[in-house]
């Protein structure tokens, strides 16, 4: 265990030089390109969970919304990859790092935002003022919708960094914990490593849920300006 409750945080470095890169690049690896006519079972589960996961994210879309199917895919097995591989040990968990969730989320929200003033000009301006508000209320409605507009990429981020790091953080201080116990009751030791088991369990949830969601509310930004 490390001491410093934080140090799995900090950006990995080789000879004195960040590596992060390298970490990020790593997950694409793990998605294979099948290279055969008749493929083996890991490449038709993968190519089975992609085409279920699009299917049900992309059919509320138009034929505009549809062509970002591939972006969107691409978002979520990355995001997936990442957040499992950061739950190894002594691995280091990029979408913990709040720069590089925003990194993904600004660029997506601008491109959904772009897109929407492009195709719908009247229909994005009227979710700035809904309708039927009185006219005393207007300037403070409007401040209020741009206030929520551009507060949308930084939820997005927040989300993903809050829910990665506070999983991080709940499984070091209960393996800590785990370790102090075992000189001092082995039963509650016991207890303790049977908890930290099912919040590993969930915590492989949660690295799934969120890579879900974050990709989810993309769609619907998306969904909203097509």
């Known amino acids: ?3 410093n409750l934080f140090a799995s945080f900090i950006t990995p470095t080789m000879m004195g030089l960040p590596i992060v890169t390298l970490v990020v690049m790593f997950p694409s690896m793990l998605f294979p390109t099948p290279t055969r006519l008749i493929n083996n ?8 969970l992609i085409r279920l996961t699009s299917k049900q994210m992309m059919t509320i879309h138009n034929y505009k919304g549809q062509t970002w199917s591939l972006m969107l895919m691409s978002l979520i097995m990355f995001i997936g990859a ?3 591989l950061g739950l190894l040990p002594h691995s280091f968990t990029p979408t913990t790092q709040l720069s590089m969730n925003l990194g993904m989320a600004v660029p997506l929200w601008a491109g959904t ?3 929407g003033f492009r195709n719908k000009t009247k229909a994005s301006l009227a979710h700035f003022l809904p309708q039927g508000t009185p006219t ?3 300037p403070m409605l409007v401040i209020i919708e741009t206030i929520s507009l551009f507060i949308q990429p930084v939820a997005l981020a927040v989300r993903l960094t809050a829910n990665i790091t506070a999983g991080h953080l709940l499984m070091h201080l209960i393996g800590g914990a785990t370790l102090a116990l075992m000189n001092i009751s082995t039963l509650t030791a016991l207890i303790t490593f049977v908890v930290l088991i099912l919040l590993t369990i969930l915590e492989f ?3 799934m849920i969120q890579a879900y969601v974050f990709t989810l509310l993309v769609s619907l930004y998306l969904h909203d300006n097509t």
């Not at 079972?41 to 089975?48: A, E």
């Open 113 to 115: 935002v772009v897109t």
């Open 205 to 207: 949830a949660v690295a």
């Open 82 to 84: 990442t957040n499992l």
């Open 41 to 48: 079972r890991l490449i038709s589960f993968q190519h089975w």
């Open 1 to 3: 265990m490390n001491e």
């Open 136 to 138: 005393p209320l207007i």
